[in-house]
């Protein structure tokens, strides 16, 4: 029953590299997303997915990509990294159903030097 | 736009007291629900409790409860007989009917004091 899935755990890159943060779950939910957590600002919303082949932009998209082939993943690309996308990265997902709550990835720890 | 506003970055409690979290939002809708999200040293979010706007009764599971105001747009967490494991962040959330976007407060550092 492993629910959420996200890798790697933590990341170190340099400014400028890319990178894919992956998110995979196996409750075949319909609705997946990405956030950001900052100190002292909560999560935050980046991209955001109702189903395969169809995605929207959160509350701070900037400098990231997504896409949703199938209905278990929903990686997170970062296409040039910057040391302002410091920050851990939650992966979401839920049935979409307005009674049912988000399940959360394990959060990936990102430093950008 | 919601907005959800923690105003306690960081509360105390000894062990086995009562602590109440703060949590007020600003919405023109209806029709949402409303979380208490508690994130451990392991970096989980894991849902401690729900409130939908339209039920009158306030939510309760096992030593957690919340007041929930709707005419005030105030949810806030009362947590009984404190243990050393509720020691976490605690954010409260928001989502309208028809929208699975999550809108997060800042959060509330629990400090349980032995």
């Known amino acids: 029953n492993a629910g959420v899935t996200q890798t790697p755990k933590f990341q170190v890159l340099k400014t400028g590299q890319s990178m894919t943060l992956q998110c995979a779950q196996d409750?075949?939910?319909?609705?997946m997303s990405w956030y950001r957590q900052d100190p002292g600002m909560g999560l935050r919303l980046i991209h955001y997915s109702v189903g395969a082949g169809i995605t929207d932009q959160g509350e701070v998209p900037n400098g990231y990509n997504v896409s949703r082939s199938t209905t278990e993943d929903f990686p997170l690309r970062l296409l040039s990294a910057a040391p302002s996308q410091t920050s851990v990265y939650f992966c979401?997902?839920?049935?979409?159903?307005?009674?049912?709550?988000?399940?959360f990835g394990d959060g990936t720890r990102l430093s950008i030097l | 736009a919601q907005t959800v506003t923690q105003s306690q970055p960081e509360m105390s409690v000894q062990e086995a007291e009562t602590v109440t979290l703060s949590c007020t939002y600003d919405?023109?809708?209806?029709?949402?629900?409303l979380f208490w999200y508690k994130q451990p040293p392991s970096r989980q979010m894991i849902l401690v409790i729900r409130?939908?706007?339209?039920?009158?009764q306030n939510a309760t599971e096992n030593r957690f409860s919340v007041n929930f105001q709707k005419a005030a747009k105030s949810f806030s967490l009362k947590i009984s007989d404190s243990q050393l494991g509720d020691a976490a962040m605690y954010f409260c959330a928001y989502r309208s009917r028809g929208n699975e976007k999550l809108t997060f407060g800042t959060g509330t550092r629990l400090t349980i004091i032995p």
């Open positions: 409130q939908e706007a339209y039920k009158q």
């Open positions: 919405t023109s809708e209806s029709d949402y629900y």
């Open positions: 979401a997902s839920s049935t979409g159903q307005y009674n049912q709550p988000q399940h």
């Open positions: 409750m075949n939910h319909e609705y």
